[in-house]
Each structure stands twice: as C-alpha cells, then as structure tokens.
C-alpha cells in the first residue's frame, strides 16, 4: 500500500522560512519523479516544484523562484520543500505527490500524479 505523508506546515510572519518534508513508502521512490502543489482557499490547486528521480532536474512557479529549494533524500525516501522569504501570498495547504516524469511542460498538471498526500497547511501572516 503506498502512502505518502507531508509534515512541516505551520504559521509564521513574512520573510521567515520553513521547511516541508514528506515521506513516501510503498512505492520505489528513486522510480518516481517528485513534487509540490498548493491549494489557497477558492483557488485552483496550483504546480509549485517538482524533482526528476535522479534530482538532477528541478521546475518550480514563478512565483517562488529563488525562494523557494526542492530536493530529495533517496536514502529516507523523503522528498523535502526548503521555503524562504516567505509572503502572505504563500498561504495554502501543501501537498506532495509522485509522478512517473517531471518536464517543464507538464510538471504542473495535477492528474499526471498517481499518489498523493493529505496535505500540511502553511500560513504566513503580514
């Protein structure tokens, strides 16, 4: 049964950081591409990062470039989301998930993703 579990979520004043980390269990981790969404309250669930299997390969949004650092650690099978200088515009649940590919073009496009977490809920306040 796989499962995949974020943690790391909370509240903090713009221009702090945190750190998400999510974990991953039956399913060969190092087979799957990596990433992150977020869903803001009335928004659409938004691509935010994802990481090649290898983690040679990152994309990320936008709006969280040189923000925000992606990575993974093949040996816990944890895929970690490093968010600095955070806005009030970053608040949203967080979720991880495993996709078979990442590219540029597609990386954001949800139903590519066969498994997903609950979610870790970020809020930054002004």
């Known amino acids: 049964q796989v499962q995949v579990a974020e943690s790391g979520g909370g509240s903090v004043q713009a221009g702090e950081s945190l750190r998400l980390s999510c974990t991953a269990s039956?399913?060969?981790?190092?087979?799957?591409?990596m990433g992150w969404f977020r869903q803001a309250p009335g928004k659409e669930r938004e691509g935010v990062s994802c990481?090649?299997?290898?983690?040679?390969?990152?994309y990320y949004v936008d709006s969280v470039k040189g923000r925000f650092t992606i990575s993974r650690d093949s040996a816990k099978n944890t895929l970690y989301l490093q968010m600095d200088s955070l806005k009030p515009e970053d608040t949203a649940m967080y979720y991880c998930?495993?996709?078979?590919?990442?590219?540029?073009?597609?990386?954001?496009?949800?139903?590519?993703?066969?498994?997903w977490g609950q979610g870790t809920q970020v809020t930054v306040s002004s």
């Open positions: 990481i090649s299997w290898s983690g040679e390969t990152t």
């Open positions: 998930a495993a996709v078979t590919t990442c590219y540029s073009g597609g990386y954001s496009q949800s139903p590519r993703y066969n498994y």
């Open positions: 039956g399913l060969p981790f190092d087979d799957y591409a």
